[in-house]
């Protein structure tokens, strides 16, 4: 417990300089509700409960790394897979694989924020029926935004990258005038190499956080597959897409969906 109280009070002193505005407005969030504080480990159950709320995400341990391609189909479910071990406490501020400490301080908060979810989950249904060489690189994308990406917000630098946000060190390397930081461009992005030992040889920056997922999504639509997909938020399952009549379906819905907007535009 004292490695994650240690973690958790030093981190928190830096999210005000060095954190994007979701991640500021979700974590309150789970301090209240899903018991995030320094004297106790948050517990997964009730982060998945919460996440379940606000976002439709689910939480499901596993016991250490997984594939990408697995990880990935994960997030097209809306399930999250998070490790359960805590790093060693001879090194607290830093650990070369996902800990409970990296998927709890970095990656809920956001996921906590309905619009970084869906975004998170748009990336899991891209992967599903790619290519291993599209995963690979769709992989690489993702390292380099959800786990390292940097973004402008209010004219200043924030970080929204999860191992950013979970790691003391790298968060004020990445921040600093010493790194190296370049225009996010998807298409050299996947040249990139992704480091897991050290900290990056570079971070990506976009104007904005919301640059950042549109450049994604027109990342995977260059993605091919031999098919064409959806999420039922009812049934929670994806549906291929394959006939007219499904088509016809998700279309249907669509205008459903843009009737709502339509009666909200004329009630503001």
């Known amino acids: 417990m004292s490695t994650w109280a240690v973690i958790y009070r030093e981190l928190t002193k830096l999210y005000e300089r060095y954190a994007c505005n979701e991640f500021l407005e979700n974590l309150p969030l789970l301090q209240k509700y899903a018991g995030y504080r320094e004297d106790d480990l948050p517990q997964l159950e009730d982060v998945s409960k919460f996440l379940k709320c606000t976002s439709g995400f689910i939480i499901r341990p596993v016991a250490g790394y997984i594939s990408a391609r697995d990880f990935l189909s994960g997030l097209a479910f809306r399930v999250f897979f998070c490790t359960q071990y805590i790093r060693h406490p001879s090194d607290p501020f830093y650990t070369p694989e996902p800990d409970c400490v990296h998927e709890l301080m970095g990656h809920m908060p956001l996921l906590a924020d309905p619009s970084f979810a869906r975004f998170s989950q748009e990336l899991g249904l891209a992967s599903l029926g790619a290519s291993d060489e599209e995963v690979k690189r769709l992989a690489a994308v993702y390292f380099f935004t959800i786990e390292f990406g940097l973004c402008r917000q209010n004219g200043e630098l ?111």
């Open 158 to 268: 924030r970080a929204y990258g999860a191992g950013l946000l979970s790691s003391i060190g790298e968060l004020k390397h990445a921040l600093s005038d010493v790194s190296v930081k370049k225009p996010f461009v998807p298409e050299e992005v996947v040249k990139a190499e992704c480091l897991v030992t050290t900290f990056q040889n570079a971070y990506f920056v976009t104007s904005s956080f919301e640059e950042a997922k549109d450049k994604m999504r027109h990342f995977t639509q260059g993605i091919r597959r031999p098919f064409a997909v959806n999420y039922n938020p009812y049934t929670e399952c994806v549906e291929v897409i394959d006939n007219l009549a499904k088509v016809t379906e998700v279309l249907n819905e669509v205008k459903a969906g843009m009737s709502v907007v339509d009666d909200a535009l004329c009630q503001v």
